[in-house]
């Protein structure tokens, strides 16, 4: 009973309703923007609210939080400009269906996708926290590395076209990941003495440059072309659209809360892993995938929304944070005078179900912001391009500035932004790129750490995956989705059914 | 002519004492070494705005990571020293010299103030074999090149910890798994990754009450009152008195040739917000010692600990060159 009413506190307090709402809205709007984010909106937000109770101001936190994620998938579908590493995957397929003339629609199930997503993640919050905490513990250094690997495996669904390219847009990935002072020893990678480079290359940078300003250039070339009218007849997908995707957006949907529940890795990879997972399960798209299927929405937009929850899971039960955004909530709750810890679920039950009441509003709140004010935005890609061209280019500026501040982040942002021009100009795909970033330092500490651990024991190291079920599992998950990616696959199939016909 | 000269000159003065005497005359910058939600910011973010109602400014934050603080570092130092670019930040910088990290330290900045100091604290794994950090000396000498230590790189607070240890007790045959952050190799020491991992007493402190891992000892010359029976290590070995107190420390800094004004405003208004009850409720519920130093008494606490910490790591052999080389003296000498 008690509970019940920490968790309906936000229901029944027109103030912390307001502001969740605010929260929500803002956050679509921040999500949207590429370059402004969550993380710096929060932290922002840390200082802002200072004096406030701590309700009214995890209430407001919440609400950007849950609203920015989704907001990423706006510029991304509209613009092919993710507004957050997390929208990636979803302008993979938005993207197609906008130049088809059917943002609405992509927008509509992006929307109501989402806001499943999310309702399972708080789910799985409300109701599992403690158990998913325990499994997320269980992640030793040598599992992040193998869901690394498994993660670079992506890169085949990625690349649209040759796998060669894409592969070798993944090294690069990698690669530039890898710049700056190691984050473990301190010592120089890729710097060449440059003192600038030794903080490493801004990730943020190098994805706004390569989706947001290449694109830009790319539209040069059509500059005198009449933009793509946008239908928005039908905005809200049908209850039988909804009821097909169900099934996928519930697998998708668990990825994300276990993706975002691991600490050190969040929305972004689950995004990518749930596309890469629909892109697998799904046996025939109404249309082909990167051509604008509808199943390559739902998959990201599902994940990255669970992921929300997720992360809040080794914050609430450990004062682990799942994700950066987390990071700065537990600042957030300190400061409030709040021990976030273990014992936070013991000494203050209040607050996790008052959470777990915000995200819930946020959620619906999402779900009405999402479905109105589209029109709004589909004005923006149906304006002239001699308009449209200098706004993404204003946008990238500033928000490849905002990240931290920093002129050479705009330099970065700029270059890597004419590089990509070259790059799709050739063929190479920009997706593993920013997949490698991301993966790099995953990958790279992990590898150090789980072979430094065994006293860089080769036998040792093997002897370790072998001996957990949880490596041995995600080992074998490695060497099939390889396998299933190469002829040797295709080839040991046609023998086996081959077999069975001549039987 | 010459009384239409004087009087601009007497009205350029007037305008410039009154400007002088209304500072802070716009928003101060604070620049926040670490990143949103680390224990610098939080430190920071609660004790600024009780000095912003003493100073009667505004102090807006920010935070500038990468390089281990050394580009936060950079930036203030290189801003016009007018007291309004204000760095917030730890003790990291004081050992970039002699780790390569940079030209820079807080020698070429004047304390405002140095908030407070933290206690380290060993914590082990609730499966580790061991539940003292005698008994953990005892397994370690025993069981060489098996138990696993967290370190953060070089020049963090476990390797700090550990070369003391090795000073103290003599070498350890100890693995070292480097993670970026004491948040995530905590996290990994739950996970069973690692066995052992030298803290600062508030970041583990919740894990510890909930019983998620045990604490050996900590790193002091007397028992902690938050942590009641937990041996401190210079009651075992008296070999650490060399070393202790030690911790590491959080403080607002101005570049030197900052106008006296300006410091003297800063650093009274810092001190009354550090005097804050709920600021320092806060710090005391996170295990850090209140210090609230600043002037001539900060500048020796800064030497003195650059001194100890620089030795401890040049006879460690983790430095990159030698203390020597910046005329770091030998403690004691």
Known sequence: METLMHFLTVFSDPQLLLLVGLGTFAGVYVGAIPGLSVTMAVSILISFTFSWDVYPAISLMIGIYMGGVYGGSRTAILLNIPGAPSAIATALDGYPMAKRGEAGTAIGVTTVMSFIGGFIGIGVLALAAPFVSDFALKFQPRDYMLLAILGILLVGSLSQGSLVKGIFAGALGIAIGAVGRDPLTFAERFTFDFRLMEGGISFIAVMIGMFGVSEALLQLHHVDKDAVRQKITRIVPSLATVKKHLPLSVQTSTIGVTIGALPGTGGDIAALMAYDHAKRVTKNPDREFGDGAMEGLVAPETANNAAVGGAFIPMMTLGIPGDAVTAIMIGALFIHGLNPGPMLMIDQPDMFWFIVGCLVMANCFMLLFGLTGIKLFTKIVEMPRSVLIPLIMLLSIVGAFAVNNSITDVYWMLGFGVFGYFMRHYGYPLGPVILGVILSRLLDDNWRRAIISEREDLGNFFAGVFGSPLSTVLLIAVVLIFVSQTPVWAWGKSRIFAKKENT | ?333
């Open chain 2, 1 to 333: 002519m010459k009384r239409y000269l004087i009087g601009a000159i007497s009205a350029l003065a007037l305008t410039a004492t009154t400007v002088a005497a209304e500072y802070p005359e716009k928003e101060i910058q604070g620049i926040i070494q670490w990143g949103a939600g680390g224990s610098t910011d939080t430190v920071m973010r609660s004790v600024t705005p009780h000095a912003e109602a003493a100073l009667g400014g505004t102090v807006v934050m920010q935070n500038m990571t990468g390089a281990v603080g050394a580009i936060a570092l950079n930036y203030v130092a290189d801003a016009e020293a007018d007291g309004y670019t204000v760095l917030m930040g730890a003790e990291n910088p004081m050992l970039y010299k002699i780790m390569g990290l940079g030209d820079k330290d807080y020698g070429e900045f004047v304390p405002i103030n140095i908030l407070a100091r933290g206690t380290p604290l060993l914590v082990a794994n609730n499966d580790a074999p061991f539940n003292s950090y005698s008994e953990m000396i005892a397994y370690v000498k025993e069981n060489p090149g098996t138990v696993r230590f967290g370190s953060t790189g070089p020049g963090g607070l476990p390797s700090v910890v550990t070369a003391m240890i090795n000073a103290v007790e003599g070498e350890l045959d100890v693995i070292a798994v480097p993670y970026d952050g004491d948040g995530p190799a905590l996290t990994g020491l739950q996970g069973g990754a690692i066995d052992v991992m030298p803290a600062v007493l508030g970041a583990a402190i919740e894990g510890v009450r909930a019983g998620n891992m045990k604490a050996l000892a900590v790193f002091d010359t007397a028992e902690n009152d938050k942590l009641p029976g937990v041996e401190a290590v210079a009651e075992v070995n008296d070999g650490y008195n060399t070393y202790l107190p030690w911790g590491p420390f959080f403080g607002v800094f101005v570049p030197k040739g900052t106008p006296d004004d300006a410091v003297a405003k800063l650093s009274a208004a810092y001190a009354e917000g550090a005097k804050n009850p709920e600021f320092i409720e806060l710090m005391e519920g996170r295990g850090f010692t209140l210090m609230g130093i600043s002037g001539d008494e900060a500048e020796a606490f800064l030497s003195k600990w650059q001194q100890g910490t620089a030795w401890l790591l040049q006879d460690a052999g983790l430095t990159k060159a030698s203390p020597e080389e910046f005329g770091i003296a030998r403690p004691g000498e």
